[in-house]
């Protein structure tokens, strides 16, 4: 398996709501990434996990919380999202520090 | 701080031209560079990687150069197809105990006519 896979593939919610993407790679990778990316922009990187412990967090604001509960799987939870936090969110994965990435197909989100 | 720009922003041209992207980067302390692809509202594709220690790297039409003292990269594709159109981005990963980010150049939109 040498895929990174992301689920939802598209997501629509209220600003009152909670949610929750997840992204998931058998790899054996160690590092797991969210990027946020707007249209015609390139991605900007809001979260590393490596070795299942949170390593950068990009002063994402609060109302974004990852959680790596094992090393296959990553997941942000949204909470409280304002309309300009509608994006394409991408999870990645690399084996460890300066090696390639992996990334995933993406979450298209869409807060209302 | 490093920075990434890649040159032109947007391209067309017809099938089967050979074509050249361009990355350059600000600071040669790199421990690789990696070229993506992405379709449009898609993830990134990976299309190759090359390490600091390296000149270069093929894959079928594809093939990339890296020159760190110059802080330049290229990535040159072979009789264009439409379905090479995309936006091709390219990524530095800063050298130095073990890093984990890579700094995204602003892309360059591809479009191949037939």
């Known amino acids: 398996d040498t895929e990174v896979t992301q689920t939802p593939k598209h997501l629509v919610m209220g600003m009152t709501n909670k949610k929750s993407l997840k992204c998931e790679q058998h790899?054996?990778?160690?590092?797991m990434y969210w990027y946020k990316q707007k249209a015609k922009k390139p991605p900007e990187l809001m979260f590393v996990y490596s070795y299942e412990k949170l390593s950068i967090n990009e002063s994402v604001p609060s109302r974004f919380s990852p959680e790596c509960p094992n090393s296959s799987l990553l997941n942000l939870h949204l909470h409280a999202l304002q309309p300009e936090d509608s994006a394409l969110y991408l999870c990645?994965?690399?084996?460890?520090?300066?090696?390639?990435?992996?990334f995933g197909s993406g979450t298209r989100l869409t807060v209302v | 701080k490093q920075e990434v720009t890649q040159i032109p922003a947007a391209l067309s041209v017809p099938e089967g031209e050979n074509l050249v992207l361009n990355c350059s980067f600000t600071?040669?302390?790199?421990?690789?560079l990696q070229w993506f692809r992405q379709d449009p509202g898609k993830g990134l594709t990976s299309l190759l990687l090359i390490q600091s220690s390296q000149r270069e790297q093929t894959s079928g039409r594809l093939n990339a150069s890296l020159d760190k003292s110059s802080g330049r990269s290229t990535l040159y594709i072979a009789a264009s197809q439409p379905g090479d159109s995309a936006t091709y981005l390219c990524a530095v990963s800063p050298s130095g105990g073990g890093t984990y980010k890579y700094i995204f150049g602003t892309g360059t939109r591809l479009k191949v006519l037939a």
């Open positions: 990645a994965s690399s084996p460890d520090a300066n090696y390639g990435y992996t």
């Open positions: 790899m054996g990778h160690r590092a």
């Open positions: 600071d040669s302390a790199i421990y690789n």
